[in-house]
Nanobody, 122 residues
Framework: VQLGESGGGSVQPGGSLTLSCVAN????????MGWFRQAPGKEREVVARLQNDRTTIYADSVKGRFIISQENRKNTLYLKMNDLKSEDTAMYYC?????????????????WGHGTQVTVSS
């Protein structure tokens, strides 16, 4: 499984970006997919997760601002980010889990993309 992110960039506070993650396999067969981020000097954290029952989970810091969604016919996962803040600056990674449903909850997804940088600065 290969995942490729795009859509990152530089934006001013209050701006918006939409990240995309294209998979080379049928994401409809996944147990879950998610977006994670890692800022310099910080641990990787989950941003949002979308489970195969369509349940969505968000980090408290992004609730009400970010929306995760997927388009199965395009094998693409999205993260719509609104009202961006400087603390959202990080490398954002897409991840997918096809083999072990428990990994959807412990963050140890099997497949990862290479990341796309998001920088929020005035």
């Amino acid at each position: 499984v290969q995942l490729g992110e795009s859509g990152g960039g530089s934006v001013q506070p209050g701006g918006s970006l939409t990240l995309s993650c294209v998979a080379n396999t049928l994401i409809a067969n996944s147990y879950c997919m998610g977006w994670f981020r890692q800022a310099p000097g910080k641990e990787r954290e989950v941003v949002a997760r979308l489970q195969n029952d369509r349940t969505t989970i968000y980090a408290d810091s992004v609730k009400g601002r970010f929306i995760i969604s997927q388009e199965n016919r395009k094998n693409t996962l999205y993260l719509k980010m609104n009202d961006l803040k400087s603390e959202d600056t990080a490398m954002y990674y897409c991840a997918a889990e096809f083999g072990d449903y428990d990994h959807c909850f412990d963050g140890n997804f099997m497949h990862w993309g290479h990341g796309t940088q998001v920088t929020v600065s005035s």
